[in-house]
């Protein structure tokens, strides 16, 4: 039940930049701040950009966020492969009143 | 530094309940306002929220569960816990505990636990 629509997949070569987007609307991306989590194979997910483009303690400045209307975007430049992982967005959806997660996003380093 | 560590049954029979604890190590329970919630993945699929507990007390759940879905916190044990009912087969997923920081982000992360709901 996403209410929030990312592409299925995104690549690239190492070094080079990949962005992911997520679109949603008024009422998550479009009113609320969004977040960015990492989830490596087998692991937990891991905050990677929180409040539409803040990066945590320890999160490499490779990785940035923007928001723009009821849209967000994630990009990850200098492409590394301890970057193949798959990417989620995620806000607070005021019609739901809870939070909503991306479909999510697999990234793969060629 | 906060950690979160799920424990619970791994395998539950359908129409049952399913119920697992996150206990909270490295700090109190009620430190750094944040609040406490339940995230599950469905094999191959994608990450659902479930609900969590805010330091208040008051407690927020997805829409499509809050009928069966029930978090707690028990204080004296650094612990919150889920319980939903009548579950079945698609309850099957890897159910994460996590703390939403004050930046309504989560942060912390348990490893997941896997439950499987089968007869």
């Known amino acids: 039940q996403s209410v929030l629509t990312q592409p299925p997949s995104a690549s690239g070569t190492p070094g080079q930049r990949v962005t992911i987007s997520c679109s949603g609307s008024?009422?998550?991306?479009?009113?609320?701040?969004v977040n960015w989590y990492q989830q490596l194979p087998g692991t937990a997910p891991k905050l990677l950009i929180y409040s539409n483009n803040q990066r945590p303690s320890g999160v490499p400045d490779r990785f940035s966020g923007s928001k723009s209307g009821t849209s967000a975007s994630l990009a990850i430049s200098g492409l590394q492969s301890e970057d193949e992982a798959d990417y989620y967005c995620a806000a607070w959806d005021d019609s739901l009143n809870g939070k909503v997660f991306g479909t999510g996003t697999k990234v793969t380093v060629l | 530094q906060l950690q979160l560590q799920e424990s619970g049954s791994g395998l539950v029979k359908p129409s049952q309940t399913l119920s697992l604890t996150c206990a909270v190590s490295?700090?109190?329970?009620?430190?750094?306002?944040?609040?406490w919630s339940w995230i599950r993945q469905p094999p191959g699929k994608g990450l659902e929220w479930i609900g969590y507990?805010?330091?208040?007390?008051?407690?927020y759940y997805n829409p499509s569960l809050k009928s069966r879905v029930t978090i707690s916190v028990d204080r004296s044990k650094n612990q919150f816990s889920l319980k939903l009912s009548s579950v079945t087969a698609a309850d099957t997923a890897v159910y994460y505990c996590?703390?939403?920081?004050?930046?309504?982000?989560?942060?912390?992360w348990g490893q997941g636990t896997m439950v499987t709901v089968s007869s």
């Open positions: 507990i805010y330091h208040s007390g008051s407690t």
């Open positions: 008024s009422s998550n991306i479009g009113s609320n701040t």
């Open positions: 490295g700090g109190s329970i009620s430190s750094g306002g944040y609040s």
């Open positions: 996590a703390g939403e920081n004050v930046s309504d982000a989560f942060d912390i």
